[in-house]
């Protein structure tokens, strides 16, 4: 069975930092690209970054470029994001995910619907 298992999570002042993991069991994913979304209440889930299986290739929504710092390593089978100046408008539960294989472009990346497989989330909560 497989499980995606999110950690890192927590209540962190404006300005401050998280590093956020995603550790997958039940099977390998070195071969797929992985993602980061988020949702805060009341709105849509969104992308916030993507990583090729080759981890050579990051993806960022503009509102964390610069800020967020996505990464992987899979002899641990994690993903990380590590996210740096936070905001208030940063507050959301945050989940990981794994692209299908089929799917590789920059556009891909951060539609959901190409996503099979996904954590349960973590919640950050950024204070002003």
């Known amino acids: 069975q497989v499980q995606l298992v999110e950690s890192g999570g927590g209540l962190v002042q404006a300005g401050g930092s998280v590093n956020l993991s995603c550790t997958a069991s039940g099977r390998t994913f070195s071969r797929y690209g992985m993602g980061w979304f988020r949702q805060a209440p009341g709105k849509e889930r969104e992308f916030v970054c993507g990583?090729?299986?080759?981890?050579?290739?990051?993806y960022y929504a503009d509102v964390v470029k610069g800020r967020f710092t996505i990464s992987r390593d899979d002899a641990k089978n994690t993903v990380y994001v590590q996210m740096d100046n936070l905001r208030p408008e940063d507050t959301a539960v945050y989940y990981c995910?794994?692209?299908?294989?089929?799917?590789?472009?920059?556009?891909?990346?951060?539609?959901?619907?190409?996503?099979?497989?996904w954590g349960q989330g973590t919640q950050v909560t950024v204070s002003s």
């Open positions: 995910a794994v692209l299908g294989e089929r799917y590789w472009s920059a556009t891909d990346y951060s539609d959901p619907k190409f996503y099979h497989y």
């Open positions: 990583i090729s299986w080759t981890g050579r290739m990051p």
